[in-house]
């Protein structure tokens, strides 16, 4: 007898082969539409797999690496050392807080029993 059952996986066994989350790989197949849902369950085809790997790869124009670094526009202010004059100069220190005032004698306002 032959097995009708499709070949067929769930996010929860691919998501840590894309290093994703179950939750944020159901959401991107269910957003690209590839999956198959039955009721609460997720489906993924082995037709599917392209569009997921479509949906995963870098988008950068250029992964090499090689134009890093910085851009060689000048520091504002003059230069290095007056940059890192401004920084470690001392802080104005802000105006002073009143002291609160104390509290007068107090005086009952109501009448005196005799």
Do not use: W
Request: glycine letters at 8%.
């Amino acid at each position: 007898m032959t097995d009708l059952r499709p070949d067929f996986t769930t996010p929860e066994e691919l998501a840590p082969h894309f290093r994703m989350s179950v939750r944020a790989f159901r959401d991107l197949v269910r957003n690209i539409g590839a999956c198959c849902v039955f009721g609460r369950t997720l489906a993924i085809f082995p037709e599917h797999m392209p569009l997921i790997k479509e949906a995963t790869q870098c988008r950068m124009k250029s992964t090499s690496g090689g134009a890093s670094g910085t851009t060689g526009a000048p520091l504002p202010g003059g230069g290095y050392e007056a940059l890192q004059a401004r920084l470690t100069k001392q802080q104005r220190s802000a105006s002073r807080r009143k002291p609160k005032q104390e509290n007068g004698a107090v005086i009952s306002m109501a009448p005196r029993k005799s």
